[in-house]
């Protein structure tokens, strides 16, 4: 079936530092991929998705290419911010719209 | 738009009660999930409706759980009767459809002791 596996954290970063979160994924077809945010006490936000093959999604700085060779997604900040502190999940919906997600990765800024 | 609107916000209830979780999703999103998040099991999906028809249940967890979504803008997740291991946030999710992700409300913290 379907699944995502990302990579364990937490994450501890310096405010400016470069960020990385390894999202992979196994699924039948085509499917569409998604990263989603979670801050502290609130549900999840949609942060960028991408629908096909070599697709980028980017919003506020976040930025993952759709890699079907290697069935990844990764999510990458170029410089992040204190506010950027929260636990980010890869997704990916197949052709029954059902969202797969992975378990999380706890992201923390310090200043 | 208004988003996802959950209530309650928070629910403590005592074990064997029964508890009724509301969602409304936004307008026109023909799709609607319930998900429970918890620390040890993560985000888990429990059940999803297309068109007001239930889809995919098989993530209901046992007989104790049910969930309805009499028209397009009300759906309700009922725990009868509850049990402390119940306790969890509870999310509802609403989509336009296949590719365009889904819009989360704030959800719901479940505490049944």
């Known amino acids: 079936g379907n699944s995502v596996t990302q990579m364990e954290g937490p994450v501890t970063l310096s405010e400016e530092a470069f960020l990385t979160i390894n999202c992979t994924y196994t699924?039948?077809?085509?499917?569409?991929l998604f990263w989603y945010v979670q801050y502290p006490g609130e549900g999840l936000q949609l942060l960028l998705k991408?629908?096909?093959?070599?697709d980028k999604g980017s919003n506020k700085g976040f930025e993952a290419t759709y890699r079907k060779e290697t069935t990844s997604f990764h999510l990458e900040k170029g410089s992040v911010q204190v506010s950027d502190s929260a636990v980010y999940f890869c997704?990916?919906?197949?052709?029954?719209?059902?969202?797969?997600f992975g378990q999380g990765t706890t992201l923390q800024v310090k200043p | 738009d208004a988003g996802v609107i959950q209530s309650p916000r928070h629910e403590v209830t005592e074990m064997g009660q029964e508890v009724t979780l509301r969602c409304k999703p936004i307008?026109?999103?023909?799709?609607l999930f319930w998900y429970r998040q918890t620390m040890m099991r993560g985000l888990e999906l429990l059940i999803y409706?297309?068109?007001?028809?239930?889809?995919?249940d098989s993530g209901m967890p046992e007989d104790r759980f049910s969930a309805k979504m009499p028209n397009a803008s009300f759906s309700t997740l009922k725990i009868q009767p509850s049990e402390p291991r119940d306790s969890a946030v509870y999310f509802c999710?609403?989509?336009?459809?296949?590719?365009?992700?889904?819009?989360f409300g704030s959800g719901t913290r479940l505490t049944v002791v």
């Open positions: 999710a609403s989509s336009p459809g296949l590719g365009y992700g889904y819009t």
């Open positions: 699924a039948t077809g085509y499917p569409s």
């Open positions: 991408a629908t096909k093959a070599d």
């Open positions: 997704a990916l919906t197949g052709n029954t719209g059902k969202l797969i």
């Open positions: 307008s026109g999103h023909n799709s």
């Open positions: 409706f297309n068109n007001n028809v239930p889809i995919d």
